[in-house]
Every structure is written in C-alpha cells, then in structure tokens.
C-alpha cells in the first residue's frame, strides 16, 4: 500500500471540496438562508400586527442553522481538508513516524519500537514521486537511514549507511575497513536476544570519521555472503570471497548494513541504495509498548 499517495489521492479530493465550498455552496447557503429568515420575519411581523405575538425567538436560530449547515457530503469531506493537509504537509516534509517489524537493527532498534524519521535533513523531496527539490544535506557515515527497497519500492527498509559516494569498503572476517582504514572494535557483554532466545557477540563499532554504535555477530556464522543477487546494479563493484566483500560505492549510491549483521539482508546481498529512494534519517524512538524505557534519541 503506498500510503503517500493515498494521502495525497484524499488531500486532493477534500481541498477540491473544500474549495468549492467556499467559492460556491457556503455562498449559496447563505443566500438561501437570508431569503427563508426575510420570509420568516416578515410573517412574525404580520403575526405581531395582528394578534401581537409572534413565535419564540429560538425559531429563528434553529432555521438560520438549518440553513447554513453543510450537506453530509461535505461535511465528510470539506471540513477534513485542513486536518489531512496538516497531516500529508507533516508527513512529507518534516518528519514520518514507523514501526520497526525486524531484528536487522539489534541491538540499536528492537521489534516493536516506534521512531520518526527527520524527513527535510537529506534534501527538501516531492511527495509521491520523491524527487528532491531542494538540496540540504547528504548521508553521512553511521546515519541510520529509512529507504524504499531497490527491489520492491512499495517496502521501507531501514539500515545503517556505511559507505558514501566513492567509499570504498571492505568486510572481511566480520570487520569493516572503509577507503584502507578499519573500524575500531570493543567487545561488550555477549547480547541475549529475547525474541529468539539466544546470545549473540556484542561490540562497539567505530566507523573511519564515523560515529560508535553497537552491533551483534553470530559466531556460528561464517563469514562469506551466501546467496547475494548476482544481478544488482553495479554488481562489478563488489568483489566477493570467502571471508566476506569488497565493493565501490558508485556515485548517487549508498553502501548499508545492518547493526544485527549476521542477521540482516543488506547491500552485501541485494545491492547499494539510489539516493532516489531515500526517505529520510530516523533519530528517535517515540514508542515502544512493551519496554517505554526504550523511548528517546539513538545514535
């Protein structure tokens, strides 16, 4: 389902409305309300002139009422206008909010956590079509990232960005070097992870003029990429052997993992990112209904 355009499909149809009301049928009632309040009271002056009373006061307001009332219609539609234009306005330009459904982000984001995504940092975009307007500022190394999936763009998938334009990155043996130069690694108590109950390898990650964040290894897992797509655009970027890969990040491309590395299908497997399909930055977590601890910034 894509959303966005749903949206936009609903802001259309009620501004139209909306539009319409105001230009044509508010008008319209109006007029039809001033001509039924001159007949109602030029009979409560007849009335008062010949028995000196008229009907109660009340009479009047409920026909003034009655009259300037919208139809069903555009009660359903005009007067939501406002509120889906804030909604579609928030959604695409300022920030987005979405529901983590995966383990590719251990230890960094859980199943389950809710966060919004910063949606003007990487570039001003056109709803829909997401084409950048107005350019802001480009992934950096070690943002996480919220993208529509190169091989399906009807899903968002959200991943560490690991190479930029131009980077050069190596993984091998499960460690990370970036234009010659590697990571740095701290090893952490190992990690249990309660959906699958079992323990995973933990430590901190220092990316080349990048930030430190925490990711998990499996130590039953080898270390070469079994069963990547042999297809992908730029695939001659990517050299694979047994202890891992080695790919040049082409330009307008950007080179992901996940923080959960054994565990995350990523641009090791299915190719680099167009800076098209870019959604936005995720930076927090607002929700998380079984752990509200979880809820602030992340790194």
Known sequence: MNFALILFVLVVITGIAWVADKLVFEKQRRLSAQAALAQFDARQAD?????????????????AEEKLRQPWWLEYSASFFPVILAVFVLRSFVVEPFKIPSGSMIPTL???????VNKYDYGIRLPVLNKKIIPVSEPKRGDVMVFRYPKDE????????????????SYQNKRLTINGKPAEYSEQPDYLDEE????????????????????????????????????????????????????KVPQGHYFVMGDNRDNSLDSRYWGFVPDQNI?????????????IGRVGSFK
């Open 154 to 169: 009807s899903l968002d998938y959200i991943k560490r960005v690991i190479g930029v334009p131009g980077d050069v990155v």
């Open 196 to 247: 699958r109950l079992s323990y995973s390898k933990h430590f901190r990650e220092k990316l080349p003029e990048g930030p430190e964040h925490g990711i998990l290894n499996d130590a039953d897992r080898p270390p070469y990429v079994a069963g990547a797509d042999p297809d992908f655009p730029f695939h001659e970027n990517c050299t694979y052997n047994q202890q891992g890969l080695t790919c």
């Open 47 to 63: 009335l008062q002139g010949r028995y000196g009373a008229g009907e109660i006061d009340t009479s009047r307001s409920r026909l």
């Open 279 to 291: 959604v936005g930055r995720a930076f927090l977590i607002w929700m998380n209904l079984g752990n």
């Open 110 to 116: 859980l199943i389950g956590d809710f966060i919004l």
